[in-house]
Antibody, heavy 122, light 108 residues
């Protein structure tokens, strides 16, 4: 069974940093691209960032480019999101999501974690 | 960037009704479109990918159609468990991958 478990969320002041983690199990992690998708309270879904199976290709939404960094450790079956210079508008539930097909980055999201809440407020 | 526009933003329907939700892309995306269902407090669930392919385990009352810029999600006979918010997502252009604004299906 595929499991994605996010962690690292919390309350943080504007301008500070936070690092999210996603622990994956139940599939061959290094065969799949992985993504972060967020949802502000009461709002819709927003794709944040994605990384290919081998970290060779990475992409970001314009809203986080230059502030957020996605990475993965295939030896640890883990995905990360380093979030710097956080703003109030980054407040959201952050989901880790697994691509549908192997070795495909521009993709659909087959499995999702339960999300980790990030609140940016003074 | 490709913008995805869903309509309507909400729809009221009764159990047994046929419900249709549309999604329009700002430029052609071939068949690179998915539909998700999200219930309150839960993560989204993939229903349809490649515009019309039913994800494993999803009931056959859900169907998708369209290509290019115009797409449709149809629920042929609405069931109580189908009351939720539905999102479309394009996978033609990366980055970014983009979602529609969502359609809330409510009980009439």
């Amino acid at each position: 069974e595929v499991q994605l478990v996010e962690s690292g969320g919390g309350l943080v002041q504007p301008g500070r940093s936070l690092r999210l983690s996603c622990a994956a199990s139940g599939f061959t992690f290094d065969d799949y691209a992985m993504h972060w998708v967020r949802q502000a309270p009461g709002k819709g879904l927003e794709w944040v960032s994605g990384i290919s199976w081998n970290s060779g290709s990475i992409g970001y939404a314009d809203s986080v480019k230059g502030r957020f960094t996605i990475s993965r450790d295939n030896a640890k079956n883990s995905l990360y999101l380093q979030m710097n210079s956080l703003r109030a508008e980054d407040t959201a539930l952050y989901y880790c999501a697994k691509a549908l097909r192997e070795r495909s980055l521009s993709e659909y999201f087959q499995h999702w974690g339960q999300g980790t809440l990030v609140t940016v407020s003074s | 960037d490709i913008q995805m526009t869903q309509s309507p933003s909400s729809v009221s329907a009764s159990v047994g009704d046929r419900v249709t939700i549309t999604c329009r892309a700002s430029q052609g995306i071939s068949s690179w479109l998915a539909w998700y269902q999200q219930k309150p407090g839960k993560a989204p669930k993939l229903l349809i990918y490649a515009a019309s392919s039913l994800q494993s385990g999803v009931p056959s009352r859900f169907s998708g159609s369209g290509s290019g810029t115009d797409f449709t999600l149809t629920i042929s006979s609405l069931q109580p468990e189908d009351f939720a918010t539905y999102y479309c997502q394009q996978a033609n252009s990366f980055p970014p991958l983009t979602f529609g604004g969502g359609t809330k299906v409510e009980i009439k």
